[in-house]
């Protein structure tokens, strides 16, 4: 029973049988009718919004915090990030942006980190009702599914498909699609829980608009984003009780996927056979890897300084982006690393607490898809730096310099102190 339906706002009940008592409601002005009272034998207390009773499940009122551990563990993740991004990129701008501005990454980086802080203050304090409502959810995943295609047809940066530019601002649509694709997957899930092992009313559909997304990221080309999505949806699909049958259906489905993406540009062969042995073209397709490895195994175990890392000097590419797990090697050695590591197990491991507390099965798979997204991400840039998977363009979730990734990041870090509120 609701205890909206016999106690007025912040009056403490007893029920026991028919007999109703109010603190500060004399007992023949009982607001409920006896006739409402819960059946014999069943007690209940109510306290606020609060409903206990033997033989009825807790229902948990909102919390007033949020989750200051993993908001702290997020901030001094970002900290790091600000200071390693100005140590990394304050010597090679003039190469990069033609600037003489030593402080020009870092300001845009702070300007992105406001941008994103605005963005988490408000999905930290919005309804959640307004997340689970499937007109909102589509209509973002339209405006995002936009913007991927419009990035195909955007002038190539690098190569590669990945921004929509704008007017003084430049996005890149793949790094909002994460996001959104969890909160479409929740919605789904927690709308088919109990259908999810049937293929056509389930699956198909959920498959659809999986192979829709990670499509398109793929053909920009971002074989790393698309891996990330597609790891991400496969444990909240395996975590809402998906039989093992299919399962190895959906593994004998993705293997030749995989193999035929991952063939199908000379650059992944590549980086792939790089991977297998860097030290056969050290100077050429090994150079990325080998000068990583460098960065890391030169900082020993406390580094050489903030600041007297010698790799970003025009030898290791993209320093303050993807490798920058490889210039906290080298400046701040061993226990550099292993305090990013730290931070991020700690906020992986704050984000599963609140999957494990959720009371409504949206919360659950929303927190648990947003964990892994920053979870698997880290994983895999930290994994590229030290050359124990091929190389791919991620940036290190709240450290690298990136706005979009930066953005995206806190976004998800705000729905999660969000969802931290309806946790046990």
Request: aromatic share 10%; net charge positive; with cysteine.
């Amino acid at each position: 029973m609701p205890s909206t339906q016999y106690l007025v706002p912040r009056t403490r009940a007893f029920v026991l049988g028919t007999e109703h008592r109010a603190l500060g409601t004399p007992k023949d002005e009982c607001p409920v009718p006896s006739t409402q009272c819960p059946v014999l034998r069943t007690r209940a207390f109510v306290l606020g919004t609060e409903h206990r009773a033997l033989g009825t499940p807790k229902i948990m009122s909102r919390k007033l915090t949020y989750d200051t551990w993993l908001f702290a563990a997020a901030l001094l993740l970002i900290v790091i990030g600000l200071v390693m991004i100005y140590s990394a990129s304050a010597i090679i701008t003039a190469q990069k942006t033609g600037s003489d501005n030593p402080y020009y990454f870092i300001t845009r980086q702070c300007v992105w980190l406001l941008t994103g802080s605005a963005l988490m203050l408000m999905l930290m304090h919005v309804d959640l009702a307004r997340l689970r409502d499937r007109r909102v959810i589509y209509g973002v995943m339209a405006l995002v599914l936009i913007a991927l295609i419009a990035a195909l047809f955007a002038p190539a940066i690098n190569g590669t498909h990945r921004w929509v530019a704008l007017p003084h601002i430049r996005f890149q649509p793949s790094e909002f699609a994460k996001p959104v694709i969890v909160l479409f997957l929740a919605s789904f899930l927690s709308r088919r829980e109990e259908r999810i092992n049937e293929v056509t009313s389930t699956l198909l559909p959920m498959s659809c608009v999986l192979a829709l997304f990670a499509g398109a990221i793929l053909i920009e080309p971002d074989f790393g984003t698309a891996i990330t999505v597609v790891l991400v949806a496969a444990a909240m699909v395996f975590a809402a009780g998906i039989r093992w049958n299919r399962i190895a259906m959906f593994i004998l489905m993705l293997i030749p996927a995989a193999i035929l993406a991952l063939l199908s540009a000379a650059y992944r062969r590549d980086r792939l056979l790089t991977f297998l042995n860097p030290e056969a073209d050290p100077r050429g397709k090994g150079f990325q890897a080998m000068q990583s490895l460098i960065a890391v195994g030169t900082g020993g175990l406390r580094g050489l300084g903030i600041g007297n890392g010698r790799q970003k000097l025009f030898f290791l590419p993209e320093p303050h982006t993807d490798f920058i797990f490889s210039i906290v090697g080298e400046e701040l050695g061993f226990v550099g690393c292993l305090a990013i590591i730290a931070l991020f197990a700690f906020l992986i491991w704050r984000g599963f607490r609140i999957t494990q507390y959720s009371q409504e099965r949206f919360n659950f798979y929303a927190a648990l898809g947003l964990t892994l997204m920053i979870g698997i991400q880290a994983l895999i840039n930290m994994s590229v730096a030290l050359c124990l998977v091929p190389t791919k363009g991620l940036p290190l979730p709240l450290v690298s310099y990136g706005g979009s990734s930066l953005i995206a990041s806190l976004m998800a870090v705000g729905l999660l102190l969000n969802l931290s509120q309806q946790s046990g």
